[in-house]
């Protein structure tokens, strides 16, 4: 059975930081691109970042460049997302979704993803 399980959220003042983390068990981790979206308010989930398994880039969305770097430890079965210079509109649920894909390549779309965690929650006061 997959698990995708996300910690590290909380509630942060607008310029502070936090590191989130997302467990992964029951898949091959290190064949898997692993991505971070995240859920506001009445929005729609949201791609913010993506790692692939092997080589290749991290890809990150335009709101999420210069404040957030996504990572991983495969030894660990573990993706990190951190978030600097939090702001407000940067809360909502952070969630992280495995994707099995070629060597090098991630995807944006939340349609790709075959696994995702329950989530963890951001929240930034201003």
């Known amino acids: 059975q997959v698990q995708l399980v996300e910690s590290g959220g909380g509630l942060v003042q607008a310029g502070g930081s936090l590191r989130l983390s997302c467990a992964a068990s029951g898949l091959a981790f290190a064949l898997y691109a692993m991505g971070w979206f995240r859920q506001g308010p009445g929005v729609e989930r949201e791609f913010v970042a993506a790692i692939p398994w092997s080589g290749g880039t991290t890809l990150y969305a335009d709101s999420a460049k210069g404040r957030f770097t996504v990572s991983r430890d495969n030894a660990k079965n573990t993706v990190y997302l951190q978030i600097n210079s939090l702001k407000p509109e940067d809360t909502g649920v952070y969630y992280c979704?495995?994707?099995?894909?070629?060597?090098?390549?991630?995807?944006?779309?939340?349609?790709?993803?075959?696994?995702w965690g329950q989530g963890t929650q951001v929240t930034v006061s201003s």
């Open positions: 979704a495995a994707d099995l894909q070629p060597p090098g390549t991630v995807k944006v779309q939340r349609e790709a993803y075959d696994y």
